[in-house]
């Protein structure tokens, strides 16, 4: 058992009581709703006669299924358009924050938590959706749920919760120019394994999370759930305060000054206990391309693709076999070989400000390959203004990129964006499964967007730093 | 709500690691307000071709169908939170789940739906896999008091945290009921947070 990390002090500051099952009923802090995984749970509320415990902590936006060219309404989906209908039906009837177009702060759920300033450090955060991870960034115990416990914390603002485990990964040094949080995310999934964060949260630290931006540790924390940790986390810091400052849901004036009081509390103390602890160099780590179906499936992008004889064990050996055959790819095949169709920059593991400026240098006076299809989509009502006040969404036009309207988009095509036949896509996203991108055949490259930018440039998979920027 | 204790059935192999949720359900049926149709879904791209025909797949197998018991392997489950993967599988028949490990999401979710999402070593799954394989109508018998899996001339161990044991055997795996009986206490608790 783990003592003395951020992870126990907000577990201990949130748990209610013990229930008959031994599981704790831990308080959730800030539930975060969106329009695919509600609808359920709001229809069991309805059948049980139950109210939302309480409304004024929970926010709703949608972002899955809208679509990402035209937001016009009645969208011509007609099961999106009914789902879209069902949020706004339901945040209306039990009093629920929504956020749609209309209040110009819509967007992936996971990037509007932090930009509005409504994830703060030391809370509980639940969202129904895996990605909730991200908000650990802040020094939170953020975490993806299912259905019926979204049912759960809207009637109760409560869940049952069996305790994590705590691993420290910690990474000192400086990572080479050219390395960017996605990368660092894809190789600690590439050591650790795809199943090796199983009830594990994860605690991020060294060198390279002290100097890392506020957005950079949202990217990594994002991927904890890729390799199968539930929750990650940084400890909150200056820079978390710094961020967080002045935005719309952030405390103000003395409650500010409290607040952070309260905040610097939070963090792991130097006599804290682990259930695990693993160390790597921020100097091994190279620039990274997905090559399989798992996100752990992955190479630094100057080396060759794996040679599935060398591994021992079956069942992985199995998954890389089942990787070759999806992919089309052969063992040994350099990545710089792989062509792409078409290349997507967005999502909530980098569809942000930095993310979309740092894809935006190396597309800058440079144009998309012919035959590649690459769009950008922010993640956010407010991303998308704040790139077109840095004139990126010219930059990105000029260089062949569409420019899209905020939301999840290609990151898993429950909207118009989906690859058809076996295309294969260069994407800033987080998942590469089977079918993820909405062709059953369809093929994903996970990169960090100045990647996915670089290869939209070149055709096929290329080392950014090949492109001086 | 209804105890949880014995399952009987026959058992539906679904061999290799790592199977992920948008594999046991394409987001595309996640577009879909209810649940009440999911049943139709599991393994969808794995089980038909885009015209329609069948490929071939354990569900889609004539021995497997009526199948109440799910043996899968490393990871089973991981991926996106989707309620709808467990949902698909138990609306489908499957009312519980034998495997190596599951992604923590979908166990979780497993136990939401009454469903035992139990833990078995590699060696005696494979077991079970093959003895599904080889006669697919033995009959399975899965046992939350002795905590373990007999079929044929087998028995073999398998694990479920005892907190979700607990909750299936004794009929609370419905935790709202028990988190509304605490109201008073999380009002305390959340008074104290300082953030609310
Ligand atoms: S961007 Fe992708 S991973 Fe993030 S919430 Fe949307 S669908 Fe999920």
């Not at chain 1, 416990?149 to 990572?175: F, H, S, W, Y």
């Not at chain 2, 594999?23 to 649940?35: M, N, V």
């Not at chain 2, 479920?160 to 009002?187: H, I, Q």
């Amino acid at each position: 058992m783990a003592k003395n990390t951020l992870y126990n002090k907000v577990w201990d500051a949130h748990n209610v009581a013990t229930l008959p099952t031994g599981q704790t009923q831990l308080f959730i802090g800030l539930h975060l709703v969106h329009e695919v995984t509600s609808p359920q749970a709001f229809d069991m509320l309805r059948e049980r006669g139950l109210k939302v415990a309480y409304p004024n902590r929970t926010f709703a936006t949608m972002d899955h299924i809208v679509p990402t060219k035209s937001q016009i309404r009645p969208f011509a989906d007609v099961e999106a358009e009914q789902m879209m209908q069902a949020i706004e039906v339901n945040t209306k009837e039990f009093g629920v924050n929504f956020f749609d177009f209309a209040s110009g702060r819509q967007g992936v759920v996971h990037i509007i938590g932090p930009e509005l300033g409504l994830t703060q450090p030391g809370q509980t955060i639940a969202c129904g959706d895996s990605h909730t991870s991200t908000h650990g960034a802040f020094g939170t115990l953020a975490f993806g749920i299912g259905t019926s416990q979204v049912r759960d914390v809207l009637a109760t603002q409560c869940l049952a919760m069996d305790p994590m485990k705590v691993r420290r990964i910690e990474i000192n040094g400086k990572l080479k120019s050219g390395v960017t949080p996605k990368d660092v995310a894809l190789y600690i999934i590439n050591r650790l394994g795809v199943k090796g964060g199983l009830g594990y949260a994860y605690e991020y630290a060294g060198d390279v999370f002290d100097s890392m931006t506020m957005e950079g540790r949202m990217t990594v924390c994002n991927m904890s759930i890729e390799g199968g940790a539930r929750a990650g986390y940084v400890n909150p810091d200056e820079t978390t305060f710094a961020y967080l400052k002045g935005r719309e849901y952030s405390p103000k004036g003395a409650d500010w000054d409290a607040a952070v009081a309260r905040w610097k509390k939070l963090a792991s103390e130097k006599n804290a206990e682990y259930d695990d602890v693993v160390r790597y160099n921020a100097a091994d780590i190279e620039p990274m391309v997905t090559w399989g179906v798992t996100p752990g499936q992955s190479v630094g992008v100057r080396q060759t693709l794996p040679d599935p004889a060398t591994i021992a064990d079956s069942g992985e050996r199995q998954s890389v076999e089942l990787a070759y055959k999806h992919m089309k790819l052969k063992p040994g095949q350099k990545t710089s070989d792989i062509a792409i169709n078409v290349a997507f920059v967005g999502s909530c593991t980098n569809g942000r400000i930095e993310d979309l400026r740092a894809a935006a240098a190396v597309a800058k006076g440079r144009k998309v390959a012919q035959g590649v299809e690459a769009f950008v989509v922010p993640g956010s009502m407010k991303v998308r203004e704040q790139a077109m006040q840095e004139g990126l969404d010219k930059i990105f036009t000029e260089a062949g990129f569409e420019w899209r309207l905020a939301g999840c988009s290609m990151c898993l095509a429950m909207n118009p964006d989906q690859l058809k036949g076996d295309q294969i896509s260069a994407s800033s996203s987080n998942r590469n499964f089977i079918g993820r991108q909405g062709s059953p055949t369809g093929r994903t490259l996970l990169m960090s967007p100045a990647m996915v930018a670089a290869a939209a440039i070149a055709g096929h998979v290329v080392d950014v730093r090949e492109l001086s920027v | 709500m209804s105890k949880v204790i014995h399952i009987k059935g026959r058992a539906v192999p679904v061999v290799g690691d790592d199977i992920d949720t948008d594999r046991i359900i394409p987001a595309r049926y996640l577009k879909e307000i209810t649940f009440s149709k999911m049943g139709n879904y599991p393994f969808y791209d794995e089980r038909f071709n885009a015209d329609g025909s069948k490929k071939d797949h354990p569900f889609n197998r004539p021995e497997y169908q009526g199948a109440s018991i799910l043996l899968g392997n490393v990871n089973f489950g991981c991926g996106s939170s989707r309620e709808h993967a467990p949902q698909s599988l138990v609306r489908w028949g499957i009312r519980a789940i034998v495997a190596e490990s599951f992604a923590e999401i979908f166990a979780g979710n497993c136990v939401m739906l009454g469903t035992p999402a139990l833990v078995a070593s590699k060696e005696d799954v494979a077991k079970l896999q093959k003895l599904a394989k080889d006669e697919p109508q033995t009959e399975f018998n899965v046992d939350l008091e002795s905590m373990s899996v007999q079929a044929g001339s087998l028995v073999v161990p398998v694990k479920l945290p005892e907190s979700r044991r607990k909750a299936l055997v004794e009929g609370t795996w419905d935790s709202t009921a028990l988190l509304l009986a605490n109201a008073d206490k999380v009002k305390a608790t959340a008074q104290k947070l300082g953030y609310l």
